[in-house]
């Protein structure tokens, strides 16, 4: 075997020689670039040899390894000529199974007819494209292996023994171009060559020895190429305690910086407070009385206040928000000098015009100046002409109003954090729905461009969020953020009246949906993301899906109303624009799939429809549900599901009975696992992390330790590669 000389940054193209474009595209697709990001692409599951089945017993879905004798191997091109491929089927005792490999004409050439093999993979059915013969049970893209060789050759001993029977196959997440058996035999191929022994820890070894844990080379090795299934177990949690562990470092970091920063201190005048709060046409709930008080004992303080408020959608959060902007224009210290300045960011450009709008109509009594800014325009209230309206400005304008501190509360997208945008003194964030903000982005924002280095104040920060956070994900990203919820709801809201609706009953929901839509209200319809292995295919159907359920409304249910679509794959300007169009009413009924943005606030719609409603989470239903209801309109959720089993029914029966979104959330993380509780992604976590947040004693262990680390050595200096490490991943974080 030749020896090469790799590094975990060596590229993937020098592993292997027959690395093609399409492997390329894959590659990239997967953003796979190192033998780093390779070690570090775990299979999403293994192809176990006690799923071993007969041929004849397969079900779609099922998780399968074949043994069986190759027929019938054709190799093609397909799809108009353009993948080449391999087709075979594999016949066993029982009968046959298709497969199907794309990309991989060679497998063609290595396994030729009556090769005897081990192929697993999961059973996909085809499309019924009408086509005779097309329709039926294959595997696509299984692994395969010569069923006398299934073992891989190994000179250390350290791979699977070579009994059969307790030897799993690795599956990896694979898209077009690359496939897990590529995968697969890349990573191999790095293995053979000795690389992992050269591989250091960055963990030190008293932690890992504490919590058992095998070290990084061990656990590689567990986790691609695995003896029994306790030892991927151990992998997956060193993997995950790695992960934990490193965020915790970074948050810890963070928090002992913002500690050592200055923030304004806010000494407010309790009676001005009240005043404000009267002044509004509702009585504020306990829960947000109670929100408003220990934020305001924070902010008191010098140091940098990190705060999350959690409450339902609908909660009145904004309301809390308002408060304290008003309490820190007010505050009574520094009087004489320019005011303190608040930024309100939201995550998209519809939200950030409807809180400058509520804003106004909450401060529009004051003589307080807000300001909008997005990327497509800026405006301020008041207007000149019309002191109780407000007018669009150029940018320029808003940037000097806020840099020499006469606009005292901006409200904004993301644009709030470009270089150019400077304040006279910044002393609060809001943040709504954007769980990531560090101590980075609040220096970015605070910083004034004038540089005179006059204000080293770094602003308070509060977080809002309407999703349930259980305790040990909040732990992970927020480190130890002081988290607020607000548990009430407002009084005089109309309770949703939510029903699960079997399909037999359909047409008489839409009867009743289509008094409401005469009456002019308006509907939501979401369609699930179907769970697919291929994420590209999965996405395809999704579009399909949303695009197919409107066209059926259109045509046949709903002819004389309009519909309109909105889905991920859309750009973000025609995602606004759609919401946009809905909020003015300019259609009636909008399908759309359950990545829409959250928090918009459309009060006149009154029904929302989920179909398939047994595939989501409790809580990302009642998030769902969460976008009507929002004034003292009646409205409706109808929970679609063809799915009759009991515990369906009475899992979704928790949705009429559960009493907030805390509760449904921390049901669903113990039913169902946290990963499909929520998107790790938005929070910049692996489902393998998210899994593991389950598990609340590995969290804590993760923050103790990391704790302990940084405590005895805040610079690392006894721990050089974790310093390394932890910078590495701190910057791939922020992009
Ligand atoms: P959230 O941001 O928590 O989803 P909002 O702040 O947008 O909720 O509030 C939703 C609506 O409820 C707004 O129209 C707001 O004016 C109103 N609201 C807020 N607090 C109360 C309250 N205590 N009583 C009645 N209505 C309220
Ligand atoms: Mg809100």
Same mark, same amino acid.
């Given at each position: 075997?030749?020896?090469?000389?790799?590094?975990?940054?060596?590229? @993937?193209?020098?592993?292997?020689?027959?690395?093609?474009?399409?492997?390329?595209?894959?590659?990239?697709?997967?953003?796979?670039?190192?033998?780093?990001?390779?070690?570090?692409?775990?299979?999403?599951?293994?192809?176990?040899?006690?799923?071993?089945?007969?041929?004849?017993?397969?079900?779609?879905?099922?998780?399968?390894?074949?043994?069986?004798?190759?027929?019938?191997?054709?190799?093609?091109?397909?799809?108009?000529?353009?993948?080449?491929?391999?087709? #075979?089927?594999?016949?066993?005792?029982?009968?046959?199974?298709?497969?199907?490999?794309?990309?991989?004409?060679?497998?063609?050439?290595?396994?030729?007819?009556?090769?005897? &093999?081990?192929?697993?993979?999961? @059973?996909?059915?085809?499309?019924?494209?009408?086509?005779?013969?097309?329709?039926?049970?294959?595997?696509?893209?299984?692994?395969?292996?010569?069923?006398?060789?299934?073992?891989?050759?190994?000179?250390?001993?350290?791979?699977?023994?070579?009994?059969?029977?307790?030897?799993?196959?690795?599956?990896?997440?694979?898209?077009?171009?690359?496939?897990?058996?590529?995968?697969?035999?890349?990573?191999?191929?790095? &293995?053979?060559?000795?690389?992992?022994?050269?591989?250091?820890?960055?963990?030190?070894?008293?932690?890992?020895?504490?919590?058992?844990?095998?070290?990084?080379?061990?656990?590689?090795? *567990?986790?691609?190429?695995?003896?029994?299934?306790?030892?991927?177990?151990?992998?997956?949690?060193?993997?995950?305690?790695?992960?934990?562990?490193?965020? /915790?470092?970074?948050?810890?970091? !963070?928090?002992?910086?913002?500690?050592?920063?200055?923030?304004?201190?806010?000494?407010?005048?309790?009676?001005?407070?009240?005043?404000?709060?009267?002044?509004?046409?509702?009585?504020?709930?306990?829960?947000?009385?109670?929100?408003?008080?220990?934020?305001?004992?924070?902010?008191?303080?010098? !140091?940098?206040?990190?705060?999350?408020?959690?409450?339902?959608?609908?909660?009145?959060?904004?309301?809390?928000?308002?408060?304290?902007?008003?309490?820190?224009?007010?505050?009574?210290?520094?009087?004489?000098?320019?005011?303190?300045?608040?930024?309100?960011?939201?995550?998209?450009?519809?939200?950030?015009?409807?809180?400058?709008?509520?804003? @106004?109509? *909450?401060?529009?009594?004051?003589?307080?100046?807000?300001?909008?800014?997005?990327?497509?325009?800026?405006?301020?209230?008041?207007?000149?002409?019309?002191?109780?309206?407000?007018?669009?400005?150029?940018?320029?304008?808003?940037?000097?109003?806020?840099?020499?501190?006469?606009?005292?509360?901006?409200?904004?997208?993301?644009?709030?954090?470009?270089?150019?945008?400077?304040?006279?003194?910044?002393?609060?964030?809001?943040?709504?729905?954007?769980?990531?903000?560090? &101590?980075?982005?609040?220096?970015?924002?605070?910083?004034?461009?004038?540089?005179?280095?006059?204000?080293?104040?770094?602003?308070?920060?509060?977080?809002?969020?309407?999703?349930?956070?259980?305790?040990?994900?909040?732990?992970?990203?927020?480190? $130890?953020?002081?988290?607020?919820?607000?548990?009430?709801?407002?009084?005089?809201?109309?309770?949703?009246?939510?029903?699960?609706?079997?399909?037999?009953?359909?047409?008489?929901?839409?009867?009743?949906?289509?008094?409401?839509?005469?009456?002019?209200?308006?509907?939501?319809?979401?369609?699930?993301?179907?769970?697919? /292995? $291929?994420? !590209? !295919?999965? /996405?395809?159907?999704?579009?399909?899906?949303?695009?197919?359920?409107?066209?059926?409304?259109?045509?046949?249910?709903?002819?004389?109303?309009?519909?309109?679509?909105?889905?991920?794959?859309?750009?973000?300007?025609?995602?606004?624009?759609?919401?946009?169009?809905?909020?003015?009413?300019? #259609? $009636?009924?909008?399908?759309?799939?359950?990545?829409?943005?959250?928090?918009?606030? &459309?009060?006149?719609?009154?029904?929302?429809?989920?179909?398939?409603?047994?595939?989501?989470?409790?809580?990302?239903?009642?998030?769902?549900?969460?976008?009507?209801?929002?004034?003292?309109?009646?409205?409706?959720?109808?929970?679609?599901?063809?799915?009759?089993?009991?515990?369906?029914?009475?899992?979704?029966?928790?949705?009429?009975?559960?009493?907030?979104?805390?509760?449904?959330?921390?049901?669903?993380?113990?039913?169902?696992?946290?990963?499909?509780?929520?998107?790790?992604?938005?929070?910049? @976590?692996?489902?393998?992390?998210?899994?593991?947040?389950?598990?609340?004693?590995?969290?804590?262990?993760?923050?103790?330790?990391?704790?302990?680390?940084?405590?005895?050595?805040?610079?690392?200096?006894?721990?050089?590669?974790?310093?390394?490490?932890?910078?590495?991943?701190?910057?791939?974080?922020?992009?």
């Amino acid at each position: 075997m030749k020896e090469k000389l790799y590094t975990l940054q060596t590229p @993937i193209y020098e592993i292997g020689n027959r690395i093609t474009d399409d492997h390329k595209e894959g590659l990239k697709h997967l953003r796979l670039t190192t033998i780093q990001d390779l070690l570090y692409h775990f299979p999403t599951r293994y192809a176990d040899m006690r799923e071993v089945a007969g041929a004849s017993t397969l079900q779609v879905g099922q998780a399968v390894t074949i043994y069986g004798v190759m027929e019938k191997v054709s190799v093609r091109r397909s799809f108009k000529g353009h993948i080449p491929m391999t087709e #075979s089927v594999v016949a066993d005792n029982s009968g046959t199974v298709r497969c199907v490999w794309f990309n991989q004409a060679y497998i063609g050439k290595m396994y030729p007819n009556g090769t005897k &093999v081990k192929v697993a993979g999961i @059973i996909h059915e085809d499309q019924p494209v009408g086509k005779a013969g097309k329709k039926g049970f294959f595997l696509s893209n299984p692994t395969i292996e010569r069923a006398t060789s299934t073992i891989p050759e190994s000179q250390s001993g350290l791979f699977a023994p070579t009994t059969e029977t307790e030897f799993l196959t690795p599956v990896y997440r694979e898209t077009k171009g690359v496939s897990s058996l590529y995968l697969y035999s890349l990573i191999k191929k790095v &293995v053979q060559t000795g690389f992992l022994e050269s591989i250091k820890d960055p963990i030190p070894p008293h932690i890992l020895e504490k919590l058992h844990l095998p070290v990084l080379k061990d656990a590689l090795l *567990y986790i691609h190429f695995p003896k029994n299934e306790n030892l991927t177990i151990a992998a997956r949690k060193r993997f995950a305690f790695e992960e934990i562990f490193f965020l /915790q470092l970074k948050q810890y970091q !963070e928090k002992v910086e913002a500690k050592h920063s200055l923030a304004y201190p806010i000494s407010f005048d309790k009676k001005t407070i009240q005043a404000f709060i009267k002044s509004f046409p509702f009585k504020p709930t306990s829960a947000q009385l109670q929100a408003i008080d220990s934020i305001l004992k924070d902010i008191a303080r010098k !140091e940098p206040m990190s705060r999350l408020l959690e409450g339902d959608v609908g909660s009145g959060k904004t309301f809390v928000a308002a408060v304290i902007a008003y309490a820190i224009i007010h505050t009574i210290q520094n009087k004489g000098t320019q005011p303190l300045q608040i930024a309100y960011m939201a995550p998209t450009e519809i939200l950030a015009k409807q809180h400058f709008e509520s804003f @106004i109509s *909450y401060f529009k009594h004051t003589n307080i100046e807000i300001g909008l800014l997005t990327s497509s325009g800026c405006a301020k209230f008041p207007s000149k002409s019309d002191p109780s309206s407000y007018t669009s400005v150029s940018r320029a304008q808003l940037l000097t109003w806020l840099q020499d501190g006469r606009v005292s509360i901006v409200i904004g997208t993301h644009a709030l954090i470009q270089k150019q945008v400077a304040f006279s003194r910044l002393a609060l964030v809001i943040i709504d729905e954007q769980h990531r903000f560090g &101590v980075k982005q609040r220096k970015a924002l605070a910083q004034s461009k004038k540089g005179t280095g006059k204000n080293k104040e770094l602003p308070h920060l509060l977080s809002m969020t309407a999703t349930p956070i259980p305790r040990t994900l909040a732990l992970t990203i927020f480190g $130890d953020l002081d988290i607020t919820v607000i548990d009430t709801m407002p009084k005089e809201r109309k309770k949703i009246i939510t029903e699960i609706i079997p399909n037999s009953k359909r047409k008489e929901i839409y009867e009743s949906i289509r008094k409401e839509l005469q009456s002019g209200k308006q509907v939501y319809v979401i369609c699930p993301r179907i769970d697919e /292995q $291929d994420e !590209e !295919e999965a /996405q395809k159907r999704m579009l399909k899906s949303v695009k197919e359920e409107a066209k059926h409304l259109a045509e046949d249910i709903f002819p004389e109303f309009i519909v309109d679509i909105i889905h991920s794959k859309m750009k973000k300007e025609e995602k606004e624009e759609v919401m946009q169009d809905f909020l003015d009413k300019k #259609s $009636d009924i909008l399908v759309a799939t359950s990545v829409i943005e959250v928090g918009i606030n &459309v009060p006149n719609a009154t029904v929302i429809i989920i179909e398939h409603a047994d595939r989501f989470g409790l809580a990302q239903l009642h998030q769902l549900r969460g976008r009507v209801g929002r004034r003292e309109y009646q409205s409706y959720c109808y929970l679609f599901t063809e799915s009759k089993g009991e515990m369906t029914t009475k899992r979704l029966q928790a949705l009429v009975t559960a009493k907030n979104g805390f509760e449904l959330a921390e049901q669903d993380m113990m039913a169902r696992g946290i990963g499909t509780l929520m998107d790790g992604k938005q929070w910049g @976590i692996s489902d393998l992390a998210m899994e593991a947040i389950k598990n609340p004693k590995l969290v804590e262990i993760a923050r103790d330790e990391s704790r302990e680390v940084l405590d005895t050595d805040p610079l690392l200096t006894k721990y050089p590669l974790l310093k390394e490490t932890l910078e590495k991943r701190a910057k791939v974080h922020m992009e």
